[in-house]
């Protein structure tokens, strides 16, 4: 029997005002709001695939300050059989962002099967519902405990 596993690593950045950056995301026309990141690429560390990531999804450099919360539950994943390990960091923009931050979700620039905006949402009034995945909510709830 095989049980294939599905390593994620994502970035939580936030600004000096407690915003902290979200990913609104559309795959083949199912959308979901996250925390930036993404799959880990085979042969690749956990801090080399979040650099990676934020390199493409924001043409970011970061800094990555400390590990913050890995899965310790089972989730699995709802694009196919696997289950998902993910790994968050607290990270921090070497440069500043030169991205098109949005205001609202889902508000895209692009067309076509895959779409990608972002937008800072003031930590504090972010819901759990306004994330997709399980555990993201789970890391939500952590960073409100957590003062900054």
Sequence with gaps: MNYPFNVRVYGLMMDDQQN?????????????SKFPGGGLEYGEGLL???IREFKEECDAEIEVLEHFYTTDFFIKSVFNDSQVISVYYLVKPL???????KSQAFD???TGDIKQAFRWKYLPDLSLEELTFPTDQKV?????LKSF
């Design 95 to 101: 440069n500043v962002l030169k991205l098109n931050f």
């Design 48 to 50: 080399d695939g979040l």
């Design 108 to 110: 895209f620039d692009q």
């Design 140 to 144: 939500l709830e952590l960073l409100k």
């Design 20 to 32: 902290i950056l979200i990913s609104d995301e559309e795959e083949f026309g199912f959308r979901f």
